[in-house]
């Protein structure tokens, strides 16, 4: 299968898609004369008339085609959660059942364990309390990202996460979170950890908190998506020289990058929510120092 390619993208040459692919990827109907004429029914183009890329000024770079695969893959991910959810939630409506713990892996043990994981992890670093408020937010992301970065090591799929839009979106929905549980937690007094523990230093710190802070949602997105883009082009071009026996070492390194890059994004946007949400107490500073260091040795 071509670089950069998974089985949506032959899904989005059906003719029923036909004409969206050429909508995103700017191109349409040109006649003789040059001039663009409405494209038929299915994506087809009508005779004495041929599909030509259009000039399309609304990407950056200019010219540069929309692609839909990795959004196509993202809506996948997002049914395979779907479908776990909903198998998992109706175990745990049978109380009967719910109680004993399963004696095998299966769905609804798997994503029990796994938000189990995340719930530990946020319950060390907040305290309980607010494990539980902050688990949906981390927990989706989670699940997001795990399942993403999985499908890379599936012949035939593309992780979304290898692309810097599906990582960039996950980073801003962190920053926003951020800020908007600080001033929620905090109120005005939030905006204090801008201005520094001195008036006198608010000219210098304001500045590099502002820049400290935009950089948070471009550091989880360039991490993330550099990760996985080098881990999937690296198990394709081993899958490629030869597809069995030597690519499973590289895919053994595949499924430690797909966790430590999911522990690592979830870590890092924890101690972000804590350090948002922290009153500036010593307890709170000794948390963030330690945690702090954990999340640079496993970055």
Known sequence: MPDHTSW???????PNFRALWAMFNHYGCVNAEGQQTAMEAGGLCADGTAAQELPNHFSYPANTPVTLEYTTIALFVVLLIA????????????TSEAVVPEGSLTVASFTENFVETFYDLL?????????????????????????????????????????????????????FATHYYGLKHQGVAYLKHFVGPMPALAPLMLPLEIISHLVRPLSLAIRLCVNLFVDHMVVSVFTGLAFLLVPVPIMVLGVLVVV????????????????????????????HAEHGHAAHEHA
Do not use: M, W
Request: some cysteine; glycine content about 8%; proline content about 4%.
């Open 123 to 175: 319950a060390d670093v907040l305290g309980k309390k607010e494990a539980r408020h902050f688990l949906p937010i981390i927990g989706t992301c989670a699940l997001l990202i795990f399942f993403s970065n999985a499908l890379g090591l599936i012949p035939g799929f593309a992780p979304p996460t290898s692309n810097f839009n599906v990582t960039l979106a996950c980073g801003l929905v962190i920053f």
């Open 260 to 287: 430590l890059q999911t522990y690592v994004f979830c870590l890092l946007a924890t101690i972000y929510f804590q350090l948002a949400i922290d009153h500036g107490d010593d307890h709170g500073h000794d948390a």
């Open 8 to 14: 949506f993208t032959y899904l989005l040459a059906l």
């Open 83 to 94: 479908g776990f959810v909903l198998v998992t939630r109706g175990r745990i409506a049978r």
